[in-house]
C-alpha cells in the first residue's frame, strides 16, 4: 500500500505573495532493482565458498563450489575418447581397400580372357559407376554382352557373383565408418555435456552488487535447488508507486521524476542526510488495481550507495511542469507532508524565512481567501489522509 503526500508551498506575509506551485508528490520505499536467490541443479557438498555476508560482488565471479572431483575424472576419461579418431581412421582405411577389391574385381570382369584386350584405369571406374546404378546387367552391357545370348553376364576373368560380394563389401565399410564417425561424435557431446554439468556446480554472480546472505557455508550439503545465497543489486534503486489513473494518463516510459531522501520523513529522523536525484519511468502497469490507480515504476541511480528500504518521496515533471529537483533541492529538508497531517498547515522547515509566527492556516473551504492574506496552495486530494 501506497502512502500519497500533498507538498504545500507556503507564501512569506507582510504582504508579499509568491508565485505559486502546485505539485503531486508520491511516497514509498526503495528497493533493490533485483533481488536474486541462487541454488544448485544437482544436490551436492559445498567444497568452496569464496564470499561473506556484505562483499561487493561482480558480475561473472565465482561465488561458490561444489565437491567436482568424481565429475573432472570422468571428464578426463571423456576428454581422451573425444579426441581419439583411431576407429574412424581404421574404417576408412578398411573402405579404401573394399574399393580397390572391387575395381580390380570390375576390371577383371568386364576384360575377356583371350582377345588380349586391356580395361584402362577410366574404364574400369566407369564400370564402378555403371554397377553401381545399374547393377551387374548394365556392367556386362558395358562389356559388350548382348542380351538374350547365352553368355550374357557370363563370367570373364572373374564371375558376376564375385564383383556383387566386392560391392557388397564397399557398403558394409562405408556403414562401418559412418558407425564410427558417430560414434567418435557422441564421445564429444559426451565431454561437452560432462563439461557444463560441472558448470553448474558453480555459483557465478550474475550481477553486480553484494552478498545479501550466504545461506549455507563450506562443507555443508546443499540439495536440489535449496536456497544457497542471496544477492541485491542497489545501484540502481527502484522506488514502485500507485498513482491514481487521471495522474498516471499524463506518464510514460521514459520521462524523468525527481526521487528526494528527507532528512525527516513525517517526524522520524533519517540517519541519512536529505538527497535529490533525478530518476526516470522505467514501467508503467497497464492494469489498475482495485483502488483504480496504475504501478509506475522509477528506477534512480545510486552512487552513494543508500541502502534500500528507505522512504523517498517522488515528484513527476510531467505533473508539475517543473523539474522536482528545483522544487526540492538536497540543500533543505523536504516540504511534502501526508495528506490531512495536523502539521500541514504550518511550514516544515523551520529554518527557512518566513514571516513571524501565526495562528494555524484554516483550510480554504473554510475560509474565503482575501487580498491581504497569504495564499496557502494546496495540491489537489481528500483530505482524509487514507492510504490507498
Not at 580397390?100 to 576384360?111: A, G, Q
Not at 559412418?178 to 560414434?183: C, D, G, H, N, S
Request: proline fraction near 7%; hydrophobic fraction near 40%.
Amino acid at each position: 500500500m501506497f502512502n500519497r503526500t500533498l507538498c504545500l508551498v507556503v507564501v512569506a506575509a507582510c504582504g508579499a505573495v509568491l508565485a505559486p506551485a502546485i505539485c503531486r508528490a508520491e511516497e514509498n520505499i526503495t528497493r533493490p532493482c533485483r533481488r536474486l536467490v541462487l541454488s544448485f541443479p544437482r544436490p551436492g557438498t559445498l567444497a568452496e565458498v569464496l564470499v561473506e555476508d556484505g562483499d561487493v560482488i561482480k558480475e561473472g565471479q565465482l561465488l561458490i563450489r561444489q565437491d567436482d572431483a568424481p565429475e573432472r575424472a570422468q571428464l578426463a576419461d571423456l576428454q581422451r575418447q573425444a579426441t581419439d579418431d583411431t576407429r574412424v581412421r581404421y574404417a576408412q582405411v578398411a573402405l579404401d581397400q573394399s574399393q580397390v577389391e572391387l575395381e580390380r574385381n570390375v576390371s577383371l570382369f568386364l576384360w575377356k580372357s583371350g582377345d588380349g584386350s586391356h580395361i584402362s584405369r577410366a574404364k574400369a571406374r566407369q564400370g564402378l559407376d555403371v554397377l553401381t546404378t545399374d547393377g551387374i546387367d548394365g556392367l556386362a552391357r558395358l562389356r559388350g554382352d548382348k542380351e538374350g545370348d547365352e553368355n550374357f553376364a557370363g563370367p570373364g576373368a572373374v564371375s558376376a557373383l564375385e564383383v556383387e560380394r566386392a560391392l557388397l563389401d564397399v557398403k558394409l565399410k562405408k556403414a562401418s565408418l559412418q558407425v564410427a564417425e558417430l560414434e567418435f561424435n557422441t564421445a564429444k557431446c559426451n565431454r561437452d555435456q560432462m563439461v557444463a554439468h560441472i558448470e553448474q556446480m558453480k555459483i557465478i554472480s550474475p550481477i553486480n552488487g553484494r552478498v545479501e546472505r550466504l545461506i549455507l557455508r563450506k562443507g555443508e550439503s546443499a540439495d536440489a535447488l535449496k536456497e544457497v545465497i542471496l544477492l541485491i543489486q542497489t545501484d540502481p534503486l527502484w522506488v514502485e508507486l500507485s498513482v491514481p489513473m487521471d495522474k498516471a494518463r499524463l506518464l510514460a516510459v521514459g520521462q524523468t521524476a525527481a526521487v528526494q531522501y528527507p532528512q525527516e520523513v513525517f517526524g522520524v529522523s533519517s540517519p541519512r542526510p536529505a538527497e535529490s536525484r533525478s530518476g526516470k519511468i522505467v514501467f508503467k502497469s497497464n492494469m489498475a488495481n482495485q483502488a483504480g490507480s496504475l504501478m509506475i515504476r522509477v528506477e534512480v541511480t545510486n552512487p552513494n550507495n543508500r541502502p534500500a528500504g528507505e522512504r523517498a518521496m517522488v515528484h513527476f515533471d510531467a505533473l508539475t511542469g517543473i523539474k522536482g529537483t528545483d522544487m526540492l533541492p538536497a540543500s533543505r529538508p523536504s516540504t511534502a507532508l501526508r495528506a490531512g497531517s495536523p502539521a500541514a498547515a504550518a511550514p516544515v522547515n523551520a529554518q527557512t524565512p518566513v514571516a513571524p509566527a501565526a495562528p494555524a492556516v484554516p483550510t480554504p473551504a473554510a475560509v474565503a481567501p482575501k487580498a491581504d492574506r497569504p495564499a496557502v496552495l494546496v495540491a489537489p486530494g481528500d483530505g482524509s489522509g487514507r492510504r490507498s
